[in-house]
């Protein structure tokens, strides 16, 4: 049996969002896991994500760190719970804060790897540091300060 994302346990109708909803059809997919005590989502740019020959476009980096943070923030909500993801009722975070330190120019035509750690849990925020790894070096990092979706944002 195939291991489900945290993103494939997201309400349908909160399931759009271009980084991470499985229902958007020109999105990236971002699919986020626990790995041990870290997070881990994979993600392979297309020449099209193209910032110069050979690298990839930052704001790509951004988004990726994005998403798997929203993502990050949701595993941790549920193991706070002691439940699995997908049990209901289900998490779903958004971005309150969003900082992106580039390291050094990510490379196109490899996966990246992105790991994520949750450095605090608090009511309803979680913030998570990121960190985005091309053929094992990091490239980039972020920290992600996760909002649990106020019900005013949910679709009637």
């Known amino acids: 049996m195939e291991k489900k994302a945290v993103q494939d346990c997201y309400p349908e109708e909160l399931s759009y969002c271009y980084g991470c909803g499985r229902l958007n059809t020109h999105g990236y997919h971002v699919k986020s896991y626990w790995d041990g005590d870290e997070t881990v989502a994979h993600f392979t740019p297309q020449p099209y994500h193209i910032a110069v020959p050979g690298y990839v476009y930052g704001g790509l980096i951004a988004s990726l760190i994005d998403c798997h943070g929203t993502g990050s923030a949701a595993l941790a909500a549920y193991k706070a719970e002691g439940r699995e993801p997908c049990t209901e009722p289900p998490f779903r975070f958004v971005t309150a804060s969003l900082q992106v330190d580039y390291l050094k120019p990510t490379p ?49």
């Not at 790897?113 to 990121?130: A, D, M, P, S, Y």
């Open 108 to 156: 196109l035509g490899v996966e990246l790897e992105l790991r994520g750690e949750i450095l605090e849990l608090k009511g309803r925020k979680v913030i998570c540091q990121i960190r985005v790894l091309a053929n094992g070096e990091i490239t980039a990092r972020g920290k992600v300060v996760a909002v649990q979706m106020p019900e005013n944002m949910r679709p009637m």
